[in-house]
């Protein structure tokens, strides 16, 4: 009897952290449903969402796809070859991790004026491709992974590029998938970046359009949220079992 009271509360407070996590979602899918005429809003009377929409999905992928590939071969070279200082640069790659985002803007933003390159979209996705978190992800991937597999490519013939995307990357891609998700959403969601980096509001991503809505107009912030959430929920939903397989890894160690 002692053991069934304990789980009670247990079962009870999984399934309070459930409805606090889905409610928010479900209170906006209520929403949508409840105002049909917010998809003739979002689709055809305001075709700007849209733009944004597109604009910000492309962005947001190229910055994706731009630091997978940069976490990839940095994440290689800290993992199996010898490198001077290792340790120093792995530091220094975790304390700039750490930093609140506001403490590197500022440098950034600095950098790219000097490059001449704020107010367009490479002021967003230069910063976001050479993250290190993407690196220190995938340089604790490789680690795992064992040096015969390399071994055995190269004595097949392979260089290192082959070896990387052909041996590595597949061993790895549960930490792959990761970084391709995490950055995205970051990605997806930022708000400061563009407000301080692009001049001109109408190059302002999806997400600073959403919080610009007028907030009588319920109908269209409902259904602009709704879709806003699809590209974020899909890569999830298309990569979810290498993030399981990566989970199981991590708690069989």
Not at 31 to 49: D, K, M, N, S, V
Not at 70 to 94: E, T
Request: charged residues 10%; proline residues 6%; glycine residues 8%.
């Amino acid at each position: 009897m002692k053991k069934k009271v304990k789980k009670i509360p247990a079962v009870c407070l999984i399934f309070l952290a459930a409805a606090i996590a889905v409610g928010p979602a479900l209170y906006l899918l209520w929403g949508c449903l409840a105002r049909p005429q917010g998809f003739y809003l979002t689709f055809l009377r305001t075709p700007e969402y849209l733009l944004k929409f597109w604009n910000s999905l492309g962005v947001c992928l190229i910055i994706a796809l731009g630091q997978l590939i940069v976490s990839c071969m940095g994440g290689l070279a800290l993992a199996k070859y010898p490198i001077p200082f290792q340790r120093v640069f792995l530091g220094a790659l975790v304390v700039v991790l750490l930093l609140p985002l506001q403490v590197t803007l500022v440098p950034n933003y600095l950098i790219l004026d000097k490059l001449g390159l704020l107010g367009t979209a490479w002021a967003l996705i230069l910063p976001g491709i050479f993250s290190p978190f993407g690196t220190i992800v995938m340089w604790m991937t490789f680690r795992g992974v064992p040096d015969e597999l390399m071994d055995a490519a190269q004595m097949d013939g392979a260089g290192t590029m082959t070896q990387l995307w052909r041996v590595m990357v597949p061993a790895g891609q549960s930490g792959a998938a990761s970084v391709l998700l995490l950055t995205f959403v970051d990605a997806w969601n930022m708000v400061e970046q563009p407000m301080v980096l692009l001049k001109d509001p109408s190059q302002y991503p999806l997400s600073v359009f959403l919080a610009s809505l007028d907030r009588e107009n319920f109908s269209l912030s409902f259904h602009s949220g709704l879709l806003s959430m699809l590209p974020a929920v899909l890569l999830l939903l298309y990569f979810h079992q290498e993030l399981i397989q990566g989970g199981e890894l991590v708690l069989e160690k």
